[in-house]
């Protein structure tokens, strides 16, 4: 092993071949000593020696999941770091991994810590394959041993840059040497690669209180056991009930006005991938699931009596029109009326419809189809899609023009006998379209969807600030729970959802006004009172031009939010028996008014992310700089057609992340002597382009 008396010149890599290891300390390796170093007098390892350099190398392959890969080096270097340390406060002969990761968990927690990032990936590498990595060895260091490892930590942390670095002069003061052809001078970078994280605008949680009481035991039971977050759960239970309401009965917020609301609503459940949204939306929408598999159960059940009744009534159908044939041959032979009693009752054959199945929702249907289900079911649909971002794109699609402003309309659930026009069928009127919608999407393809559509003078139609029931909440903490489900409250919920199912305005005490063609409710006094202080001070929001475009867009949705929200949770409350049919409560409008604040935050934290926070595409292009030249231009990257690259304004922004973040270094290159334009040309930090050169 080596020591503090070995002589420098067997330290030195220029002045003496590096010893195997084997003879070092007996384990197998192709060296001491990092293999991606620069040779450097500077390096010394007397003080701590790694039993299997491999071995740690490894470490650094396990954690790639986690971190990107060229902070292999930070987390050797934290490793370094940490055995160091141990090795300076104890007289430790051999440190073992479970001691490192101890180390490192201190040095994380301390607030004082430069990169707590690192040092938690490198424990979380420890903690993977702590039993398949051998012992540290070390010998106690001198007093200065410390000092000696954290400056190898930095010489790891800087890797290459030294061996790219030019001697500088008064000319090439600044830049660290030469690349590209021709060659470019390489500025110099003075900071290390950042992770590229960006943090999310905070949002409030969703407060138990908020949840319809039927509903409460129920979502709060299902968000634990999956360790999901409950918002995902409770949105699609809202939007699910409000379908089922649908036109049944609608709301006039003003106390005079005929302005109508209709509840049903639009939700989207935002997410990264592994976040549970689809399993907690299907938690969400299983009472209406439940209704759909009774539906065709009881569909099958009647067919057969269904299908019998048929036969019956075109059996008499045929012999009526037997009968009136041979009575059109003997002219006068029965009076005129019972001609016509026999022709109405031939003609029933040709208007026989098959048993009917009763439908709840969508999934995946044109809007011609969709028109079809929309006239069976007056009181309208729920469209759910599991990615919305597949729904959104097919309303681009060639020959699906129209498509878009269908949904639009739909969308308010009051449009009726609207034309659906198409040259490759024949025209047909939709006479009812109330249609509620739900689905889950990624941050980053919504974020590209609202930058393009904020920059689309096509797509500035208020598609987006539609889905009024946006949430994008944190992820949940894991915490393991096993145990089974409340079935009570679960059974709560589902009569809930049958009695909706099943009523008529009048069990819900609404009245078909003069001019109105659906009952409707409006607020009792106090709740108006709550409704009329909310409603002007959004207004007096809306027209102080205080919030951004497309802030201000989403925010004009709540008007009929708050309302469509204050009736359907009066409507859940009187199907729970815990509220009185006729207008809508106190407690129930204070419940929607608290939803709209909430919401609104959410809403913000998704418009941040699409503007200010999406490092979708910076870190896209993070990981295929490789891939580029050094020095590369911003059209290069444009050229090269990446998702969520393929436009200036996008490249823009990830190169500007990627710059502030240390991996890239703008330089703009002034004309020759032959005279030009000046060039925006942008350099890869030295340390990343280690892999690249390895790779070749």
Aim: proline share 8%.
């Amino acid at each position: 092993m080596l020591d503090s008396t070995t002589p420098p010149q067997a330290r030195n890599n220029d002045a003496q071949p590096q010893q195997s290891p084997e003879s070092l300390n007996g384990q197998h390796g192709p060296q001491i000593g990092p293999p991606w170093l620069p040779p450097t007098e500077e390096i010394t390892l007397a003080q701590i020696v790694i039993n299997d350099l491999t071995a740690i190398r490894a470490i650094t392959q396990k954690v790639k999941p986690l971190m990107r890969h060229h902070f292999e080096d930070e987390i050797c270097a934290a490793i370094f770091g940490a055995a160091s340390t141990i090795a300076t406060d104890s007289s430790a002969k051999e440190i073992s991994p479970s001691d490192v990761a101890r180390q490192l968990e201190e040095n994380a927690d301390d607030p004082n810590t430069a990169n707590p990032e690192i040092d938690r990936a490198a424990l979380d590498a420890l903690r993977r394959i702590a039993d398949k990595v051998p012992g540290i060895i070390t010998d106690k260091p001198a007093g200065a041993a410390k000092k000696e490892a954290l400056r190898l930590a930095g010489l790891i942390q800087r890797r290459h840059e030294t061996a790219l670095e030019e001697p500088k002069s008064a000319q090439n003061e600044g830049f660290a040497g030469f690349a590209g052809s021709p060659p470019y001078e390489i500025p110099e970078f003075f900071n290390a690669p950042q992770l590229l994280a960006w943090p999310l605008r905070p949002v409030p949680p969703l407060k138990p209180e908020m949840l319809p009481e039927a509903f409460r035991r129920w979502i709060i039971d299902s968000s634990e056991r999956m360790s999901a977050p409950i918002e995902f759960i409770a949105v699609a239970a809202l939007t699910s009930a409000a379908s089922l309401g649908g036109r049944t009965v609608g709301i006039l917020p003003h106390p005079y006005d005929d302005w109508l609301v209709i509840p049903n609503l639009w939700a989207a459940n935002v997410g990264r991938p592994g976040t549970k949204k689809t399993p907690a939306q299907k938690e969400g929408l299983r009472p209406l699931k439940t209704l759909v598999a009774e539906a065709i159960e009881a569909h099958n059940a009647n067919r057969e009596s269904l299908e019998a009744e048929n036969l019956l009534l075109k059996a008499k159908a045929d012999a009526a029109k037997s009968r009136l044939a041979s009575c059109l041959k003997k002219p006068n032979s029965i009076p005129e009326s019972e001609l016509r009693g026999l022709a109405e009752e031939a003609s029933r054959a040709d208007k026989l419809e098959p048993p009917k199945l009763k439908r709840y929702h969508v999934s995946d249907s044109t809007v011609e189809a969709l028109v079809e289900r929309l006239k069976e079911n007056a009181r309208g649909l729920l469209l759910e899609r599991d990615e919305l971002m597949g729904w959104l794109r097919s309303l681009e699609k060639q020959g699906r023009e129209g498509d878009r402003p269908f949904f639009l309309e739909a969308f308010n659930g009051t449009a009726e006998n609207i034309p659906i026009d198409r040259i490759s069928r024949e025209s047909f009127i939709a006479p009812h379209c109330c249609l509620s919608l739900i689905g889950t999407i990624q941050p980053g393809p919504l974020s590209r969807h609202v930058r393009s559509a904020a920059g689309s003078d096509a797509a500035k139609d208020g598609l987006i600030s539609r889905f009024q029931l946006l949430v994008y909440p944190d992820a949940k903490p894991y915490r393991r729970v096993d145990r089974a489900p409340d079935r009570q409250a679960y059974e709560r919920a589902l009569n809930v959802f049958r009695w909706l199912d099943s009523m008529k305005p009048e069990t819900a005490g609404a009245t078909l006004e003069q001019f109105q063609t659906v009952p409707t409710l409006r607020f009792a006094p106090d709740a108006q009172q709550l409704f009329n202080e909310w409603f002007d001070a959004l207004e007096t929001r809306l027209t102080g031009a205080t919030e951004s475009v497309l802030m201000e867009e989403h925010l004009s949705k709540y008007r009929s939010l708050m309302p469509s929200l204050a009736l359907l949770f009066h409507l859940i409350a009187i199907a729970d028996g815990k509220g009185e049919r006729g207008p809508i409560s106190y407690l129930a409008t204070v419940q929607a008014a608290a939803w709209c604040e909430f919401l609104e935050e959410h809403a913000r934290r998704v418009y941040h992310c699409a503007f200010d926070g999406d490092t979708a595409g910076a870190e896209l292009l993070g990981e295929r700089l490789s891939k580029l030249d050094n020095p590369f231009t911003p059209r290069d990257v444009v050229k090269k057609g990446w998702e969520g690259l393929k436009t200036p304004e996008d490249t823009e922004r990830a190169l500007d992340y990627l710059e502030e973040k240390h991996w890239i270094k703008q330089h703009e290159q002034l004309p020759n002597e032959k005279g030009g334009r000046p060039s925006l040309r942008y350099f890869i930090h030295p340390a990343l382009l280690a892999d690249k050169e390895t790779a070749r």
